[in-house]
């Protein structure tokens, strides 16, 4: 605020007040320190886990497989990563299975999907054409890579070599 008090003392000596606005009107068009803003570009990563294979495991927790596996299974739980996106499916006790998006305290197996495989998994209509193109992106690239927390002999003990669908998605 002390330009505007020079100003004023510039008024008493005949001169008009000059006001903010009209002091930058009357500055020629270099850029000023305000315009000299730096404009930060952002560039986003691409899009990587959308979700949708979450969305679509969702759907489909009531088909035949997953009663045939609730059935067969004492507790279980498979950690996911496909892309971005980490979830998990869970079998505890006698409850159904359960799929929550986030990262499991504790779990038997760790599965990762590329991301580039998401919607094409996700495309499928059936837990069957799932299972299939799955398993075929077990041995070929983009790779779904299976890691085994827990042993196959403390897994066994919990019902997975009785249940078909695990099976598959465990690569077993």
Do not use: N
């Amino acid at each position: 605020m002390w330009w505007l008090k020079k100003k004023e003392k510039g008024d008493e000596a005949g001169e008009k007040p000059v006001t903010q606005e009209e002091s930058k009107e009357s500055q020629p068009e270099s850029p000023s320190v305000e315009a000299k803003e730096v404009k930060k570009i952002t560039v986003e990563p691409e899009v990587v886990g959308k979700g949708i294979l979450v969305e679509w495991f969702r759907s489909k927790l009531g088909e035949s497989e997953f009663q045939e596996a609730e059935k067969r299974l004492e507790t279980l739980t498979l950690q996911f990563q496909v892309g971005g996106t980490p979830f998990h499916l869970s079998k505890v006790g006698v409850s159904p299975f359960t799929l929550k998006e986030g990262r499991a305290l504790s779990y038997d197996a760790l599965i990762v999907i590329p991301a580039e495989l998401e919607e094409i998994l996700a495309s499928s209509d059936t837990m069957t054409s799932f299972l299939e193109k799955y398993k075929e992106h077990l041995r070929k690239p983009p790779r779904i890579r299976v890691q085994l927390i827990k042993s196959l002999e403390e897994l066994e003990r919990k019902g997975v070599m009785s249940s078909k669908l695990v099976r598959g998605l465990l690569g077993i």
